[in-house]
């Protein structure tokens, strides 16, 4: 907040400065409700494809454009496969603007007869795979992908290169995922 109050700042450094910051106040509402094992506020009442919106709608602010679409009927997934799903195109979004320097992000949610899949793509500045996605060298951020993915029975593709950008695709069967529901509902 001090820097941007700074005189002279370029547009595009308030900008950048302005998404970081958004993004510094909803990981910390994030992070209050993971301490106390909460949902996350933006699924209370929502489905999956809502929540996305909806933190779209916060972090889209400044030089970088973020899309979202929903394809399909919206299937009545866990509140664990939701917030983990959640989850995951947080820390997408986070590391392409963050890191990837990206202008433009695409997130597309479908819901297929037997799998939910979430494709998250950046024209960022990408990176090589090979290095990043080494068992022993992999990133904190990237290793929570697959280790959310594999705890909904799902899996996760990275595919990426210098200077080409970043696509991400998350699928979870949805047999496993389904809201259970008892004899009293």
Known sequence: DATMRLDGLPDYVQSRLDVARRMVSFTRQEVQHAVWDLESPLLQGNQLGDALRQLVQFLNHGSTSIETEVNGVPASLSQSAMHHLLRITQEAITNAVRHGCATEITLVL????????LVITDNGTGFDSSLILEPKRGHFGISGLHTRASQMGGTVEIKSAPGRGTIITVVVPLETNLTKHTSDD
């Open 110 to 117: 479908s819901y297929v007869a037997e799998f939910v899949k």
